[in-house]
């Protein structure tokens, strides 16, 4: 098994720009996450999934969307990136809820110029 | 919402000695408290987690205590080597809150040979 599988691992964009970080899953989890990570903040939730058709708010959801058409698939959408937005993105996923076990992936870092 | 706070926010230990971070919590309601380990430039991973209905658990030379009334646990590791070295990150989540996990905000243990 792959695990959790994000891409790309680095990414630049310009304020304004729009993109998509990918994140997959080949362990059949119903709950997926993604957090970001910035220094002394320890991991803050984005976006989260209990399955495909299903998503919800986290803690700093602003300037993010989230979809869930799948099992396996859960992409994060920037819409118009800004500065703010740098930062370092993990995507987890857990087979019985966000309080059992997560598994991460290895990181998306963004820079926002 | 859940508030964690994680001290100290940089350990440096000898090798060999014990290391001990502590995290607070603010809900009395929260109930699920893991500990992930991050080496440099990898990605979080799982090493230990406990439930509220469990004072204590153990885990080779790892072990977390959990103290409800006070609302704070601890992460004990012992006979600390190298490879110990890395940021820990503790959380807390609750069912009011849908679950989710609320991340300290790390702490950076450095192991000296």
């Known amino acids: 098994n792959a695990g959790v599988t994000q891409t790309p691992k680095f990414q630049v964009l310009k304020t304004g720009q729009s993109m998509t970080l990918q994140c997959a899953q080949d362990m059949n989890h119903e709950y997926m996450s993604w957090y970001r990570q910035d220094p002394g903040m320890g991991l803050r939730l984005i976006h989260y999934?209990?399955?495909?058709?299903?998503?919800d708010q986290g803690e700093v959801p602003n300037g993010y969307n989230v979809s869930r058409s799948t099992t396996e698939d859960f992409p994060l959408r920037l819409l118009s990136a800004a500065p703010s937005q740098t930062s370092v993105y993990f995507c987890?996923?857990?087979?019985?809820?966000?309080?059992?076990?997560?598994?991460f992936g290895n990181g998306t870092r963004l820079t926002v110029t | 919402g859940e508030n964690v706070e994680q001290h100290p926010s940089t350990l440096s230990v000898q090798e060999g000695d014990s290391a001990v971070i502590k995290c607070t919590y603010s809900?009395?309601?929260?109930?699920?408290f893991p500990w992930y380990k991050q080496e440099l430039g990898k990605r979080p991973q799982l090493i230990i987690d406990i439930r509220s209905n469990v004072g204590e658990k153990k885990d080779q030379r790892i072990a977390v205590t959990l103290n409800k009334t006070a609302k704070h646990f601890s992460l004990h590791i012992t006979e600390t080597q190298p490879e110990d070295s890395a940021v820990y990150f503790c959380a807390a989540s609750n069912k009011a809150a849908g679950n989710k996990l609320t991340f300290g905000g790390g702490t950076r243990v450095l192991v000296k040979p």
């Open positions: 809900d009395s309601a929260s109930n699920y």
């Open positions: 999934s209990v399955g495909a058709g299903i998503t």
């Open positions: 987890a996923s857990s087979r019985q809820g966000l309080d059992s076990p997560l598994h």
